[in-house]
């Protein structure tokens, strides 16, 4: 039988009860236990695939096509195992569940109530992963922070399953903040005392607790918080602030959160945690020996959260080619014809970003023109390839009113169209093409040479393609599919053949980027960018040797 952790937070939020989470089942993993965690999360939408990302920050999809929250992501980049479905849900979904078996007549005479109806449907996805029998320990991080209305089913649910499974299977870690005060030059444990008590109050009575610190404990105010929050002083847990999230699981080890989870959940057999390949990792990540400069053209610049995936694709692929990524981020809004040089001379390579509707196009146009032109390497994601194909129908083809029809539905040149079995959909949640898709390559391209071989999978957010009616003109002028999906021809992959590097995908390879297999196009990507670097020195050297003799 599985066992099961839950985490919880308390005081605040933004304490980072993903990392938490992820590194606790990457601990347990290197151990050689099969872990799995899932995502709780109480808000009423069904998910947050309508969300916008300034809302809650990027919308994750799964290999299966679900849109899930954004820690998801980090459970797949530090786990290196896919989610599914299963793992995200939210009180839109219990209810709809609920509500649909009501109507069904599956409760017929009765009150259907939030306890035990709604507590039960909890109940029931809790265990549903733990049932596969694929995991020996599923853990579960409830979202939200202890005292929100909205959260307590959660926590009932969590009481609950406390009393009704075996003492050995439940475990409960509440992540906390212990607050450094400068001006009295102290660490303050009320906070903690307070959300360990507020927790208390609803029947459920933490295992262990995480505490959230800029300075380390030290052992009176462990002993101080154990002995208030009737925990043992092993359980008092210091999560100092880290360089790095990647750092954050081996901060764990040294505290032994592994150790006494394992204890309390009386799991003895484990062996020596191995992680070898992420010592490598964060060794490549702390000492790079050189640095490049990636331009990220977006439109929601300001919230770091809104792009997570491709940030920490370019934080793998950096330490899998040695070098610091550093990530500007130029909004796409304020990109012109006349400031485009003074914008993005200088970088050394060119992402544009996956999004949604008309705000900031026209300057994402004008920056692929920028990297086409200039030779700088470009990488194009979704909305960015979509963007690349444009540009290079109005300026190469010459299809001067060129556009997608998501922008500009009577555009005479439909270079973007609406994929067929979307015209249809009315609904907007959950009707996206969602999920992997494979893909083939073709032989001596540039995603050929990336990926190393012939077919790939990568996951899909979008409705919109690119127009195979065009494919001819494109390809005749040194634009390229290199990448088509087998089954429905849809082009997943462009390509200009003279230049450099320049490439634009209709998936997303962030989804599936991880700590140990890095996206192959980032690394890639990267890669370029470090040779447009070297190169760009070099001429820069030279004139200046030049001009020196
Ligand atoms: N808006 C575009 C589409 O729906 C691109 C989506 C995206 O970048 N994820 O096709």
């Known amino acids: 039988m599985a066992k099961y952790i839950f985490v919880t937070g308390g005081v605040t939020s933004s304490l980072g009860k993903g990392i938490i989470a992820a590194s606790l089942a990457k601990l347990l993993q290197a151990r050689g236990l099969s872990v799995t965690i899932q995502k709780l999360d109480p808000y009423i939408n069904v998910d947050p695939g309508t969300l916008n ?87 579960t991080e409830i979202g939200g922070t202890v005292g929100d209305i909205e959260s307590l ?30 001006a009295a030059k102290e660490l303050k444990t009320k906070p903690t005392q307070h959300s360990v008590k507020m927790l208390s109050e609803t029947g459920v009575h933490p295992d262990v607790l995480v505490c959230r610190t800029e300075e380390p404990l030290g052992n009176d105010i462990r002993r101080k918080i154990a002995l208030f929050c009737n925990v043992k002083q092993e359980a008092v847990i210091e999560a100092m602030d880290a360089a790095t999230i990647y750092e954050v699981p081996l901060l764990m080890l040294r505290e032994k959160l592994d150790i006494i989870c394992m204890k309390k959940l009386k799991i003895t057999q484990f062996n020596e945690p191995n992680l070898d390949k992420w010592k490598v990792y964060l060794d490549k990540l702390k000492y790079p020996k050189s640095k490049v400069t990636i331009g990220l053209i977006g439109k929601y610049i300001e919230l770091q959260d809104a792009y997570k995936s491709i940030l920490e694709s370019f934080i793998h692929a950096g330490a899998m080619n040695e070098v610091k990524v550093q990530v500007i981020n130029v909004h796409s809004e304020f990109i012109t014809d006349d400031n485009v040089v003074e914008k993005l001379d200088g970088l050394d390579g060119l992402l544009v970003a996956p999004g949604f509707g008309t705000r900031g196009i026209e300057g994402k146009i004008i920056a692929v023109k920028y990297a086409r032109e200039s030779g700088m390497p470009f990488f194009g994601i979704c909305l960015g390839m979509q963007m690349a194909v444009i540009e290079f129908a109005r300026n190469v083809l010459g299809l001067k009113t060129a556009h997608s029809t998501e922008m500009d539905a009577q555009t ?46 990568e996951r899909h957010r979008h409705r919109y393609e690119f127009n195979s009616d065009y494919l001819d003109q494109f390809e005749a002028n040194g634009m390229k599919a290199t990448g088509i999906n087998p089954d429905s021809g849809l082009v997943e992959i462009i390509e200009i053949v003279d230049h450099p590097f320049f490439i634009g995908v209709q998936y997303h390879p962030e989804l599936k980027s991880t700590v140990e297999s890095p996206a192959p196009v980032f690394v890639g990507f990267v890669a370029a960018a470090k040779e447009f670097n070297e190169k760009s020195n070099n001429t820069k050297t030279s004139l200046l040797r030049d001009a020196l003799i």
């Not at 299963?86 to 007549?105: C, F, P």
């Not at 969590?158 to 870690?173: A, F």
Request: charged fraction near 25%; aromatic fraction near 8%.
């Open 412 to 457: 005479p040149d439909p270079v973007i169209n609406m994929m067929e079995e979307q015209k249809k959909i009315k609904m907007m949640g959950g009707t996206m093409r969602l999920g992997a898709y494979p893909c083939q390559l073709l032989e001596n391209s540039l995603a050929h040479k990336i990926y190393g071989t012939n077919t790939i999978s």
């Open 153 to 182: 089913p959660f926590i009932e649910a969590v009481r609950q399953l406390q009393w009704e499974l075996p003492e050995e299977n439940v475990m409960v870690i509440h992540l906390t903040l212990v607050p450094y005060l400068k």
């Open 53 to 139: 990302p300034y809302e809650h920050g990027e919308c994750y999809v799964t290999e299966d096509g679900a849109e899930t929250d954004l820690d998801l992501g980090h459970y797949e980049r530090f786990l290196n195992t896919f989610t599914s479905q299963a793992n995200n849900v939210t009180t839109g979904r219990i209810y709809q569940t609920v509500i649909n078996k009501e109507r069904n007549g599956d409760f017929l005479g009765k009150t259907v109530q939030v306890v035990p109806h709604i507590t039960d449907e909890i109940k029931r996805r809790m265990l549903l992963l733990g049932k596969t029998g694929k995991f020996d320990i599923v853990i």
